[in-house]
């Protein structure tokens, strides 16, 4: 039975903290289904005579969780400044934000920690709820009516979505890192269920939080699920309205590692309800978005900024982890100058005006190492007017079948004869197959900054005595080697060393909607729908366009390419693995697969080449005359300084 509802769980302190506490404040739902709590933490002095803007979190992971609890690593390692009691993993840290006159929201997602309800995360019922809080912040009489979101991952994925849905009271949105298109994104790449990640984080972050879980309860992990991490503590505190028996827990939530395996396609009703038309967003809007995160939230961060209607919306990119960018001490200035220009209109870096770039792009050059901030410094930062770069060059390599690229055609040209280079299907991170195709050193400094495409003619035969092949599984990979010889890795999302970037397809699902207003020739758009699927059938040779997420990377003279062409999972996934034994079953892949040449049969790379002379003009230009936004930026002492700052006067 569902625990009885207590209307004597909110309490208020106001002399424990630097700020007012307020624990398990209840918001009843619009819908009149339910209710949501949350934790609020506002200014000393704040009410109807002293409002305060807000800035509202909403999520799974437990408004009560401690961060140093939640993940003991990563918190060490966090800015000292943006750290407090009430800290908490991927969320703006209360005590900094009230002392700079912010009311700061925390509330538990439905079906998690003190909100009743059956859990759905990242559904449509979780955004009408988060609606909700919104439009309940900005009505408080502690208030100015201005709500604005901020958060990392989840907490920036779940902006997306509410901001579509206009709720009264949004005034600007700053998701950091978050994806924005839930199957692309997150869930299938390229329509592979990405399927190993999403154990992990619903077994270890969310369903340990469920609402009525007792504290003690073991949680469930496996050898690709264990170690270091993000998890729910055993300090996190129960459900006050007590615990729930495994059973009914089990009744009362929608269970995201089975319900990505059993849909498959965007035209099913799980996936469709997470739809949502991001040109409907039209609060200002600063994303984020991290060159490490290749297998998670980079492509949302980018489409996001592109497709969002907003008038004023800029793009911002980074490097490092996943955990700690958010929280260094000039990012966080940058997410306090954008959120006081729309929340309190204190405009002192003239986002308004146009005096911040529109895109902000880090660049990276160099074999600096990974997962070291102060050694990712010397990265320089540009200024761009818009993305794509309008001056981008769009050059495609050819593969050959002497595993080359060659960017001239007529070198690359094949005989008339065809030419297969072959390779296992069903290739694993442990047991990878796959082919490479290596550049010449170039002899030029080469900046490659954008989208990327890849065209393969493939084709699929069995293995003697084993089932006939009727699907082909790509995973592409784009890698750096130094002019020493040495691939260059970068940090990726959990510290982990990653290559340029990935990109997947499955071919049965190849069919391009060239006609969709979000096709481009660089983004091949794809509905991925039950009525898209296409046969893969022995013999036949198809030709595909592989979506690869953007980069950004300066090549040296002497430096090289590599393009990986593989059937599964290859260095560089992390934990984002796609190995799930009922979405790439052997009855359907097992078997060979191969790349082919021949008359008419061409296979290239697409490469977003920037000129260089232009981008160095542009950096210079850059530096004279933006030096008043920097200032407005950055207007607190340093303390544990992040790699990129938005200045470019000391590089």
Partial sequence: MPNPVRTDLHTVDDSSFPYIFEQNATIELQSGKGLVRCNIYRPKGSGPDCKVPVIATYGPYGKDTFYGDFHAKSFEEVNPAQKSAHSAWETPDPAFWTRHGYAVVRADEIGIGQSPGRLDTMSRNTSEA????????????????????????????????????????LAAMVPWEGMSDYYRDRCRHGGILSNNFIDFWWNRQVVSNQYGRPCDEEIITNEKTNGVGPMRPKSAPE?????????????????????????????????ASKEYDMGDIDVPLLSVANWGGITLHLRGNIEGFVHAGSEQKWLRTITGRHDLPFYYREEVEIQRSFLDAFLKNEDRAGWKKGHVPRVSLVLRQGDVSFNNAAVERPYPRRPEKEWPIARTIWKKYYLTPRKTLISDIDEAWISPQREKLTYEALGSLENPQLIQFSSVAFRDRTE?????????????????????????????TLRHISPKGTEIFY????????????????????????????????LPWRQYASTDVLPVIVGEIYEVDVEVWPTSVVVEPGGQLVLEVASGDTQG????????????????????????????????????????????????????SHSRVERGLLRCPRNNTSPHSLSLQRR
Wanted: charged share 25%; hydrophobic share 35%; aromatic share 10%.
């Fill in 130 to 169: 988060f609606f909700d809080v919104i439009e309940w912040a900005a009505a408080q009489p502690w208030s100015n009516g201005k709500v604005g979101l901020l958060g990392v991952s989840y907490y920036a994925g779940s902006q997306w979505r509410v901001a579509a849905m206009k709720p009264k009271g």
């Fill in 239 to 271: 459900s006050l309205e007590g615990t729930l028996s495994a059973e009914e827990r089990a009744w009362n939530r929608q269970d995201q590692t089975v319900d990505n395996r059993r849909h498959r396609f965007r035209d099913e009703e799980y996936y």
């Fill in 448 to 476: 490659i900054t954008g989208n990327i495409v890849v065209h393969l003619c493939v084709s699929a035969t069995p293995e003697p005595g084993g089932p006939t092949p009727s699907d082909i599984d790509l995973f592409v």
């Fill in 491 to 522: 940090t990726g999302t959990a510290g982990d060393p990653v290559p340029l970037t990935k990109g997947w397809l499955r071919v049965s699902l190849r069919k391009v909607d060239k006609e969709h207003p979000k096709h481009r020739e660089y």
């Fill in 573 to 624: 996934c992390g934990i984002f693995r796609h190995d799930d034994p009922v979405d790439r079953s052997p009855a359907k892949f097992q078997g060979r697969n191969h790349v082919c040449f021949g008359l008419s049969l061409v296979n290239y790379i697409m490469l977003p080449v920037i000129p260089l002379e232009q981008s160095t003009d542009t950096m210079r230009d850059f530096q004279s």
